[in-house]
């Protein structure tokens, strides 16, 4: 008798909303730990579980259960976000910092408490900024001063030609630069 060529399911049918819903219940709380134990924020851990399971419907087929089990694959999936979750939000504060030197910060000196008071002030003005920059440059202002990637590695990080990675950049910081003035 012929074989059918029709590729079988690799798993359970996560396509199937009943099917999902069980695995949904079943495996947020195992992610959840995960992700709690990297970013210790609730809030921050709940968003990176919504992220995973968002994936997981959209593309259901990137779970393949010759490779391990569901529960594997989600908390896998939960501990490498969060730490990539976590990375930014380190990268975010270097780049803060990295931007508030660049738009004329004073070199370091013996400081006062309240020169200490006054920069810590204008690093959260500066990541204030930074969150209301649309996400593209953002992306590419966070990962040129943040990460310290030339336009080339931002543009390979991210998957877009060099000259769109450095218009990114640029465009993000003109805009943190004229918000940086009206603010001031």
Same mark, same amino acid.
């Given at each position: 008798?012929?074989?059918?060529?029709?590729?079988?399911?690799?798993?359970?049918?996560l396509r199937d909303p009943a099917t999902f819903e069980r695995a949904y219940r079943e495996h947020?709380?195992?992610? +959840?730990?995960?992700?709690? &134990?990297? +970013?210790? #924020?609730?809030?921050?851990?709940?968003?990176?579980?919504?992220?995973?399971?968002?994936?997981?419907?959209?593309?259901?087929?990137?779970? #393949?259960?010759?490779? &391990?089990?569901?529960?594997?694959?989600?908390?896998?999936?939960?501990?490498?976000?969060?730490?990539?979750?976590?990375? &930014?939000?380190?990268?975010?504060?270097?780049?803060?910092?990295?931007?508030?030197?660049?738009?004329?910060?004073?070199?370091?000196?013996?400081?006062?408490a309240a020169d200490a008071a006054i920069e810590r002030e204008r690093s959260a003005q500066v990541?204030?900024?930074?969150?209301?920059?649309?996400?593209?440059?953002?992306?590419?202002v966070l990962l040129a001063f943040g990460h310290e990637l030339t336009a080339p590695e931002i543009?390979?990080?991210?998957?877009?030609?060099?000259?769109?990675?450095?218009?990114?950049?640029?465009?993000?910081?003109?805009?943190?630069?004229?918000?940086?003035?009206?603010?001031?």
């Open positions: 008798m012929a074989r059918s060529h029709v590729a079988e399911p690799i798993g359970p049918d947020r709380p195992r992610a +959840l730990a995960a992700a709690l &134990g990297v +970013l210790h #924020d609730a809030r921050a851990a709940e968003d990176v579980v919504q992220e995973v399971f968002a994936q997981l419907w959209r593309r259901p087929r990137t779970f #393949d259960a010759r490779r &391990g089990s569901l529960r594997s694959y989600v908390t896998m999936l939960a501990r490498s976000r969060a730490v990539d979750r976590w990375r &930014g939000q380190a990268a975010r504060a270097a780049a803060a910092e990295r931007l508030a030197d660049v738009a004329g910060r004073e070199a370091t000196h013996e400081r006062s990541v204030s900024i930074l969150a209301g920059l649309p996400s593209r440059q953002r992306e590419a543009a390979r990080a991210v998957g877009v030609p060099v000259g769109t990675a450095k218009s990114r950049v640029r465009l993000g910081l003109e805009k943190l630069r004229e918000t940086a003035e009206l603010v001031a």
